[in-house]
């Protein structure tokens, strides 16, 4: 716990927003030195190591999956032996084999909906943040409403209607029910850095407002938007999983939600096919887990005030 | 007074907003919900034109220009009318939402509750007794806790507590043999059947409460006025729930208005895997069947909740934080 101990603000975090973060341009040597300050945390440690192997599994799955995903020649509903580690399904299909190619479409979404919804927040916090009249009210209403709308049943509304997209509807559907709580802390983090000295010597040279906003200001944010990107990124995996174990996904798939999908509908509680349903549901835990030790890491080198927005729901 | 109203203004128009984005959700969409019935009429044998009408006018089709069924709806909202179910015709919409809101406002309304009371004083004993036990076991199992997917703990418990160990019923909300009623007996065998979901809405959301209330409750503990109050000699505990719990609250406080407006939304993936007849169930079926008046009307009701709580927060808000009102 000696990371979280560290995380009382002093009076000087709290009235600087960002913290170390903030240097002015010339950002990309603090970069480096945020990686180093991540590394540095032994839980984020542990989550880019847990992290790296799911990506490499996710990289390699045709070399290390012993069979097709969805080669259901085998015997079904087999116990766990030598050549099923884990067993089938009931289908008689791979259970190792799917949760293996299953780490594609986790990967796949966590970071594409994860990216597209924080692509999406620094945009708009940031455009919000250094607007001001009638345009920054109607962007703050916009942002309400979606902060407001419940995102699960907007999710589970859109994507009945559209059933039939596949995977880059789930991830859409995920990335627009999820940029806006972002988007409000980088506006506030924008609306504090407009004010600073290197922001006010670039207007005054005379640089466009979109050079100042995403050329000055956003660099200075790194920590921040890279917190949102992994906070995003394991709402987007566990909301795919849902959708997916809701039957909401193409359930032709082979991810970690439909498998458990096919493990409920199939059953699997009821025949033993224990890893059926213990596997899928692990390795979401495992990779959602590996990003929120990241994002201890990425906590420590922005302001502690910020992990207030990790509250409730 | 003027906080209150703008208050109440920005709720109408978000309420207006919410309104027309669940009318017009249907009509951007591909296909229409007739389609669907018809493709599913379709199955046993070809569709005529008669046919078609018959269904439309059935299932209440709006007609008209775009502006005629916009006013049309907003009509029909007003009066609480949301046509007939699809999966359960001739069945109202509002009827079967009445049948299943009881079960999901008492289950879900009691353990979110309890679990914002106990995660609340969990996250003031762990930030007041910082670096001790007390502080680490309930952060780093709360934080973990977040990161599983709450269907998964469900279904988990639902093999070891239901199948394995046949400790609990393992779906339904009272047995089969129960009448409703207010009776000690049936009121029990509801208790009962309640356990399981209970249970892991519980688990699953004191890590949030923990957490934030902790990380709030450990800004105000570096105060100025949290310092005065420990020099000036007053008891521990005093200094904790007086002096830094109660101006930490805040942020948690809002957290549970939220989530208390989130109570009619039930929880649908725990109710779908105990088949839990609440709110959350009954949309999940609605989803299933492509019972879009159904699913319309449920998804009104979810929000508007979330809104009416979000207005009753921000106005205590601004009566408990006199800072807030600017």
């Known amino acids: ?313 | 007074m003027t906080y209150a109203l703008r208050k109440l203004g920005l709720f109408l128009l978000t309420l207006w907003a919410a309104v027309t984005l669940n009318f017009a959700l249907p009509r951007m969409m591909p296909g229409s919900p007739a389609d669907a019935a018809i493709a599913r009429l379709a199955q046993n044998g070809p569709v005529n034109e008669a046919t078609r009408a018959a269904v439309e006018a059935q299932l209440g089709i709006p007609d008209g220009n775009l502006l005629e069924q916009y006013i049309a709806y907003l009509g029909q909202v007003l009066r609480l009318d949301f046509g007939v179910s699809y999966t359960f015709y001739p069945e109202p919409v509002s009827g079967l939402v009445a049948g299943a809101l009881p079960y999901t406002l008492v289950l879900v309304g009691a353990v979110t509750v309890l679990a914002f009371v106990v995660g609340t004083l969990l996250g003031v004993l762990a930030a007041w007794r910082r670096g001790s036990w007390a502080d680490a076991l309930p952060t780093v199992s709360g934080s973990f806790m977040n990161t599983f997917p709450y269907f998964w703990t469900a279904l988990l418990l639902l093999f070891f507590l239901g199948y394995v160990f046949n400790l609990f019923p393992t779906s339904g909300a009272y047995s089969p043999t129960g009448t409703p009623s207010l009776s000690l007996a049936f009121v029990g065998d509801a208790l009962y059947h309640a356990a399981l979901p209970a249970v892991t809405m519980f688990l699953t959301s004191l890590g949030g409460w923990i957490i934030g209330m902790r990380n709030a409750m450990i800004t105000t503990l570096g105060e100025d006025y949290v310092t005065f109050a420990e020099a000036n000699g007053l008891r521990g505990r005093t200094v904790a729930l007086r002096y830094a719990a109660r101006n930490a609250i805040l942020p948690n406080l809002t957290g549970f208005g939220l989530a208390l407006g989130g109570v009619v939304g039930g929880s649908i993936l725990v109710e779908q895997v105990f088949g839990y007849p609440g709110i959350g169930f009954l949309l999940f079926n609605a989803v299933i069947g492509q019972d879009y008046p159904l699913m319309q009307a449920l998804f009104l009701m979810i929000t508007v909740s979330v809104l009416v709580a979000n207005l009753i927060v921000d106005l205590l808000y601004g009566a408990l934080d006199p800072r807030t009102r600017r």
């Open chain 1, 1 to 313: 716990m000696s990371q979280n101990t560290n995380q009382a603000p002093t009076s000087t975090s709290v009235g600087t927003a960002a913290g170390s973060d903030i240097d002015g341009p010339g950002a990309r040597r603090s970069g480096a030195r945020a990686l180093r300050t991540i590394w540095g945390n032994r839980k984020a440690r542990a989550g880019l190591i847990i992290l790296g192997v799911f990506l490499v599994v996710a990289a390699l799955a045709p070399l290390l999956a012993p069979y097709a995903p969805t080669d259901n020649s085998f015997e079904r509903n087999a116990d766990a032996s030598a050549a099923h580690w884990l067993g089938t399904t009931a289908a008689g299909e791979d259970v190792l084999s799917q949760l293996i190619y299953g780490s594609r479409i986790s990967v796949l979404v966590g970071f594409g909906a994860g990216g597209l919804a924080t692509v999406i927040a620094v945009l708009v916090g940031l455009s919000w943040g250094y607007v001001s009249g009638w345009i920054g009210e109607v962007i703050n209403f916009i942002v309400n409403l979606f902060l407001v709308i419940p995102g699960l049943p907007l999710m589970i509304v859109i994507a009945t209607y559209l059933s039939d997209g596949g995977i880059s509807v789930i991830i859409a559907v995920i990335a627009i029910t999820g940029w806006a709580w972002g988007a409000r802390v980088l506006r506030s983090q924008t609306t504090s850095l407009r004010s600073r000295d290197f922001v006010t010597a670039a207007r005054f040279s005379g640089e466009r407002p979109g050079r100042i906003v995403f050329r000055e200001i956003l660099p200075n944010m790194t920590s921040i938007i890279a917190g949102g990107f992994f906070g995003s990124a394991t709402a987007a995996i566990l909301a795919e999983a849902g959708l997916e174990f809701l039957g909401l996904g193409d359930s032709t798939l082979v991810t970690w939600g439909t498998m458990l999908y096919w493990a409920q509908n199939s059953n699997a509680l009821l025949v033993g096919q224990w890893a059926l349903l213990f596997a899928p549901g692990l390795c979401i835990s495992l990779f959602a887990t590996s990003l929120t030790l990241i994002n201890f890491g990425v906590d420590g080198i922005s302001n502690p005030r910020l992990r207030e927005g990790s509250t409730g729901r």
